[in-house]
């Protein structure tokens, strides 16, 4: 692993930590004045605390997301020192549970980094579509992507169908 690679590392579970933090710190205030209200010990307090953190589903969650950061920070560095005539493809599965941005960007044609910039905004290189996106830009290679990772006809298809996508 680079140095390079290991602090866009850091940076995704940054990124990814600070934003439960701010949830654990409501959370916190929340308990110690509830639990202040109603007399509660500091053990019950502290217990109700715990009790009210995160799941493991939500941990998971902030894992996951953290990780497909990292690894879309790492294609995002890549693509800086790539020609800046390089085409790039949104690959990942295209299926009911992809989000509607995802289908957007699955559903457009090849596009330079300028273009994906221009047309989605820059955090979409390492962010994706958001929370547990399956997502990445992937430079195009004379192979080409399996159909079952980039399918930009199904992805139109379920962007312009009824189904609603909830990841």
Not at 24 to 37: E, H, K, P, R, T
Not at 90 to 105: F, N, S, V
Not at 154 to 164: I, P, Q, V
Request: glycine content about 6%.
């Amino acid at each position: 692993m680079t140095e390079e690679e290991i602090q866009l590392l850091i940076e995704m579970d940054i990124e990814v930590w600070e934003s439960y933090l701010t949830f654990l710190s409501a959370q916190i205030q929340q308990q110690v004045g509830l639990g202040a209200f109603a007399g509660l010990s500091r053990a019950d307090i502290i217990k109700n605390i715990t009790d009210a953190a995160l799941s493991s589903a939500q941990v998971e969650t902030l894992v996951t997301t953290s990780l497909n950061n990292y690894s879309r920070a790492v294609t995002s560095a890549i693509m800086e020192d790539e020609p800046k005539d390089t085409l790039y493809q949104y690959i990942g599965p295209i299926d009911a549970r992809t989000r509607d941005i995802c289908l957007e960007m699955g559903s457009s044609p090849f596009l330079t980094q300028a273009e994906i910039i221009s047309n989605f905004g820059a955090d979409v290189l390492v962010y994706g579509g958001g929370y547990n996106c399956r997502h990445k830009w992937q430079s195009i290679s004379r192979i080409g992507v399996p159909k079952s990772m980039y399918d930009p006809s199904k992805a139109k298809e379920l962007k312009s169908g009824s189904n609603k996508n909830i990841t």
